[in-house]
């Protein structure tokens, strides 16, 4: 069982801020391990080591912690210079020989590369680290809780979306095509019919002797074989997109209205597996944890 430092609500509504200087960020080749963030902060370290004999100071930061990532800002405007997602966090780790230094490593958004961050603190090394840590524990349930699970569901629903967006575009095709081969047989029986023989009958009928179908004919015009008028046809909504059993779309973090970004597959995708193949933090895989109920 896990004791965090936070209480949920501090981390889902709102954030937990730290203070830290930032040597800054590198690539790494595997997304966890000791090994590569020991090389990580040792590149980081003679860089700023550089800097600092030409004069340059090191940067400090502000951490904002929360259920919806890390953010990196600059303490004075406030301007976000980082954004690293909590699901594409894969490994975070305080420094051993080093109490000042503590390191996460995180996959870059449009690279898909993974890159080490590494920070120095002079006193919150060890509780930044659980914070991270307990974020991203409250972050995987509130994903599974909202809709995580839903996922292959919904791969399949927009399957069958797709496919059914595809069968009336063939049938538009072939209806296009009847009335296109009905106009020219009535063109060809004028042309063959002797001069002051009787009109075709009315209403026209296609090669069935059927009356065609027209979408924007009333229904009332056409009767059944019966007499009774054939139900109305149901108009559809076009103010809110739905999915094909006419649920609206969800927000992976809270469920209800909203339209689905043009992405919104890819990105449950990718927050699956990033939850899936978790944070290590200090030896523990917190995303294969049992769910505590008390958290």
Same mark, same amino acid.
Do not use: W, Y
């Given at each position: 069982d896990k004791t965090w430092m936070h209480t949920p609500e501090a981390l889902s509504k709102h954030y937990i801020p730290y203070s830290a200087k930032f040597l800054g960020s590198t690539e790494v080749e595997q997304p966890?391990?000791?090994?590569?963030?020991?090389?990580a902060v040792r590149k980081l370290k003679f860089a700023r080591h550089i800097k600092k004999s030409e004069g340059q100071k090191t940067p400090k930061v502000e951490l904002q912690i929360s259920i919806y990532g890390v953010k990196i800002l600059d303490p004075k405007t406030k301007e976000v210079q980082h954004n690293c997602q909590l699901h594409r966090i894969s490994f975070c780790a305080d420094d051993k020989t080093d109490k000042r230094i503590f390191t996460f490593i995180c996959k870059d958004s449009e690279s898909n590369k993974h890159l080490c961050y590494v920070f120095d603190s002079e006193k919150c090394v060890k509780e930044i680290t659980l914070t991270i840590g307990q974020a991203f524990d409250l972050a995987y349930r509130k994903f599974l809780e909202s809709g995580g699970k839903d996922v292959e569901t919904r791969k399949q629903l927009a399957g069958l979306q797709k496919r059914i967006q595809e069968l009336e575009m063939e049938n538009s095709e072939l209806k296009s095509r009847v009335q296109d081969l009905e106009t020219q047989l009535r063109a060809s029986q004028v042309h063959a019919s002797p001069a002051g023989?009787?009109?075709?009958?009315?209403?026209?009928? $296609?090669?069935?002797?059927?009356?065609?179908?027209?979408? &924007?004919?009333?229904?009332?015009?056409?009767?059944?074989?019966?007499?009774?008028?054939?139900?109305?046809?149901?108009?559809?909504?076009?103010?809110?997109?739905?999915?094909?059993?006419?649920?609206?779309?969800?927000?992976?973090?809270?469920?209800?209205?909203?339209?689905?970004?043009? $992405?919104?597959?890819?990105?449950? $995708?990718?927050?699956?597996?990033?939850?899936? &193949?978790?944070?290590?933090?200090?030896?523990?895989?917190?995303?294969? $944890?049992?769910?505590?109920?008390r958290c």
């Open positions: 966890k391990g000791t090994e590569v963030v020991r090389d023989s009787v009109t075709p009958k009315s209403p026209s009928t $296609d090669i069935f002797d059927m009356v065609p179908f027209s979408p &924007m004919s009333p229904q009332s015009s056409t009767p059944t074989r019966n007499g009774t008028q054939p139900p109305p046809v149901p108009s559809r909504s076009t103010e809110i997109k739905r999915d094909l059993f006419g649920a609206e779309p969800f927000d992976p973090f809270s469920c209800g209205a909203g339209d689905f970004p043009p $992405d919104i597959q890819s990105k449950l $995708d990718e927050m699956q597996e990033g939850f899936k &193949m978790g944070l290590t933090l200090e030896g523990t895989v917190f995303c294969l $944890d049992p769910l505590d109920s």
